[in-house]
């Protein structure tokens, strides 16, 4: 199956990753946000400076990236089976980053080396505390410094490590559960609409297929039709104007297919491929045919699929024309309805057989289902005697190029 890629030429590959970075910032940058605001409310702006924070805090973005990694695994089953990975794996992740806090805070936090470490609480108290748990305090005012000592602050974390890793893992599981629901929920909302513009896509091609189907259906009608017109005259020995048809023929093709069948053209250039197609018959039937086009200038470049018009004017031309001695106009007219509608007309003032009566009916069903596959049903093919003539009228929306 091929990957449809997006408007910026990504693969969904490329946008998972893309999607997955960018929570994983977000998520951390507002971590972030939260850590400097308590800092600096708390007035504790060293511990901004801890060396242990800013491994802990990089170890934990890599540890997020991991964890949204597999649940990008985890949410190609289900949204349902996605959430319930985040809530389990959020548990190991935040014990797994909590435990490795601590690791840091023992290994680098200068109060556990020996490097010592000094505080300035919000009433101004000073604390100094060092590796041999020795803690100094100095209230403001205070000349000399209240000194008190513990045991190692080393040996005190390590007592309290399992309750430590608990506590802080248990603040770290809502972390990283909302972390994991926030990157399922986009996920499963990305593949979605993948998978709608694949079907989208894929019905556009189907659109297309069907659409090349129907106007290709006229091209052998149409060559039947006219290869017999011309064969008659070659019976009849009226060789000017087989030479005539054939030139006329071969502009007409030319013209014709240089249409892509899955577009739509301008009403005017749909006439002129139509008059084309008239000049030809008109080689067949010089006194008996005339033609009349009544299309206002401001509809000329009005859009319609390409050829739409020509089976109703061979049908006028069979059934019409060829089964009568006398003079028959053939008539195209167009005119603008309100609601922005276009409706076009293709009659016949000597009704003769209609195809519907004596032909197959692969004329009218041909347009009939173009209409259908390009407007759906916005658009309506109606036919019938009206007195002495034959109308073929086409509603459709009016759109203008």
Same mark, same amino acid.
């Given at each position: 199956?091929?990957?449809?890629?997006?408007?910026?030429?990504?693969?969904?590959?490329?946008?998972?990753?893309?999607?997955?970075?960018?929570?994983?910032?977000?998520?951390?940058?507002?971590?972030?946000?939260?850590?400097?605001?308590?800092?600096?409310?708390?007035?504790?702006?060293?511990?901004? *400076?801890?060396? #242990?924070? !800013?491994?802990? &805090? /990089?170890? +934990?973005?890599?540890? %997020?990236?991991?964890?949204?990694? @597999?649940?990008?695994?985890?949410?190609?089953?289900?949204?349902?089976?996605?959430?319930?990975?985040?809530?389990?794996?959020?548990?190991?992740?935040?014990?797994?980053?909590?435990?490795?806090?601590?690791?840091?805070?023992?290994?680098?936090?200068?109060?556990?080396?020996?490097?010592?470490?000094?505080?300035?609480?919000?009433?101004?108290?000073?604390?100094?505390?060092?590796?041999?748990?020795?803690?100094?305090?100095?209230?403001?005012?205070?000349?000399?410094?209240?000194?008190?000592?513990?045991?190692?602050?080393?040996?005190?974390? *390590?007592?309290? #490590?399992? !309750?430590?890793? &608990? /506590?802080? +893992?248990?603040?770290? %599981?809502?972390?990283?559960?909302? @972390?994991?629901?926030?990157?399922?929920?986009?996920?499963?909302?990305?593949?979605?609409?993948?998978?709608?513009?694949?079907?989208?896509?894929?019905?556009?091609?189907?659109?297309?297929?069907?659409?090349?189907?129907?106007?290709?259906?006229?091209?052998?009608?149409?060559?039947?039709?006219?290869?017999?017109?011309?064969?008659?005259?070659?019976?009849?020995?009226?060789?000017?104007?087989?030479?005539?048809?054939?030139?006329?023929?071969?502009?007409?093709?030319?013209?014709?297919?240089?249409?892509?069948?899955?577009?739509?053209?301008? *009403?005017?250039?749909?006439?002129?491929?139509?008059?084309?197609?008239?000049?030809?018959? %008109?080689?067949?039937?010089?006194?008996?045919?005339?033609?009349?086009?009544?299309?206002?200038?401001?509809?000329?470049?009005?859009?319609?699929?390409?050829?739409?018009?020509?089976?109703?004017?061979?049908?006028?031309?069979?059934?019409?024309?060829?089964?009568?001695?006398?003079?028959?106009?053939?008539?195209?007219?167009?005119?603008?309805?309100?609601?922005?509608?276009?409706?076009?007309?293709?009659?016949?003032?000597?009704?003769?057989?209609?195809?519907?009566?004596?032909?197959?009916?692969?004329?009218?069903?041909?347009?009939?289902?173009?209409?259908?596959?390009?407007?759906?049903?916005?658009?309506?093919?109606?036919?019938?005697?009206?007195?002495?003539?034959?109308?073929?009228?086409?509603?459709?929306?009016?759109?203008?190029?």
């Amino acid at each position: 199956m091929t990957d449809i890629y997006d408007e910026a030429g990504q693969r969904p590959i490329a946008r998972d990753w893309r999607l997955l970075i960018q929570v994983v910032l977000g998520f951390w940058a507002l971590h972030l946000v939260y850590r400097i605001t308590g800092a600096l409310i708390g007035a504790r702006p060293g511990e901004l *400076l801890d060396p #242990a924070l !800013h491994a802990a &805090l /990089t170890c +934990g973005f890599l540890l %997020s990236i991991g964890f949204c990694l @597999l649940l990008r695994l985890a949410v190609r089953r289900g949204l349902v089976f996605g959430l319930g990975a985040a809530a389990v794996l959020s548990v190991v992740f935040s014990m797994t980053y909590a435990a490795g806090e601590l690791a840091l805070f023992l290994r680098l936090s200068p109060e556990v080396n020996g490097v010592g470490a000094t505080r300035t609480m919000a009433d101004g108290t000073v604390i100094t505390t060092n590796a041999s748990g020795a803690v100094s305090y100095r209230k403001p005012g205070e000349k000399r410094a209240t000194v008190v000592k513990l045991s190692p602050v080393k040996q005190r974390v *390590l007592a309290q #490590a399992p !309750h430590i890793v &608990l /506590t802080n +893992g248990g603040g770290w %599981s809502f972390f990283y559960f909302g @972390l994991g629901s926030f990157f399922v929920g986009m996920s499963s909302a990305s593949r979605l609409r993948r998978a709608e513009r694949r079907a989208a896509e894929y019905e556009r091609l189907a659109h297309a297929s069907q659409l090349r189907a129907l106007r290709y259906q006229v091209n052998p009608h149409f060559l039947f039709n006219t290869l017999n017109s011309l064969s008659a005259l070659i019976l009849s020995r009226r060789t000017e104007q087989a030479e005539t048809m054939i030139l006329n023929l071969s502009s007409f093709f030319r013209s014709s297919l240089a249409v892509d069948p899955t577009d739509d053209i301008a *009403l005017s250039d749909e006439i002129a491929l139509q008059r084309l197609y008239l000049d030809i018959e %008109s080689a067949r039937f010089p006194d008996r045919l005339r033609v009349v086009v009544d299309v206002p200038r401001e509809l000329a470049q009005a859009q319609v699929p390409a050829l739409l018009l020509q089976p109703l004017v061979e049908n006028a031309i069979k059934y019409g024309v060829a089964r009568t001695e006398a003079r028959v106009t053939i008539r195209i007219a167009a005119e603008e309805h309100p609601a922005g509608r276009l409706r076009l007309v293709v009659e016949n003032d000597r009704r003769g057989e209609a195809e519907s009566e004596g032909g197959t009916g692969v004329g009218l069903r041909n347009v009939g289902e173009r209409l259908e596959a390009r407007f759906g049903g916005a658009a309506t093919c109606a036919h019938g005697v009206a007195g002495d003539v034959y109308r073929v009228t086409l509603t459709m929306p009016l759109v203008r190029a």
